[in-house]
């Protein structure tokens, strides 16, 4: 049995590895004063795969520091916090939005002007890195980062 079944096995196609994913959709970051030292980035995180993906961190060349923050009222007052960490579903996303929770970038190297672009890259606890580039913009736009996502359901996790 032994001298069948190993040569079955090898003639068996290699199966493709399903590694997780992440897609920055419609993402922008608003232009800020010159000597700001903070700045807010928008958009969404899609999963388009078909198994889990989760979100581990943040990081650009532009700036010293990048966080995913979410936006809370605790006891009628409004609280900003950071997240560690996002896990998607296949098929979730989370929207980033002014008033709700949104990239943090810290410490820009340079000052950003409007139409500026600026990489971002998100590491996912798989060890798939992921970069976009996101426009410097008063508002969203589909850009670079890519579009909308068309019917995939969207959910809302922290």
Known sequence: MRRLLLPVLLALPALPAVACELKLEDAWIRP???TAKVVAGFGRIVN???VDAELASLASPAFGRVELHEMK??????QMRRIDRVKLGPGESIELAPG?????LFDPVAPLAEGDTVELTMTLACDTEIT??????????AGPAGTHGGDAPHRHHL
């Not at 009222?73 to 409004?78: H, R």
């Not at 976009?132 to 736009?141: H, I, T």
């Open 32 to 34: 800020a004063p010159p």
């Open 48 to 50: 388009p795969g078909t």
């Open 100 to 104: 709700g929770n949104h990239f943090m």
């Open 73 to 78: 009222t605790v006891d009628g007052v409004m």
């Open 132 to 141: 976009a580039s996101l426009p410097v913009a008063k508002g969203p736009m």
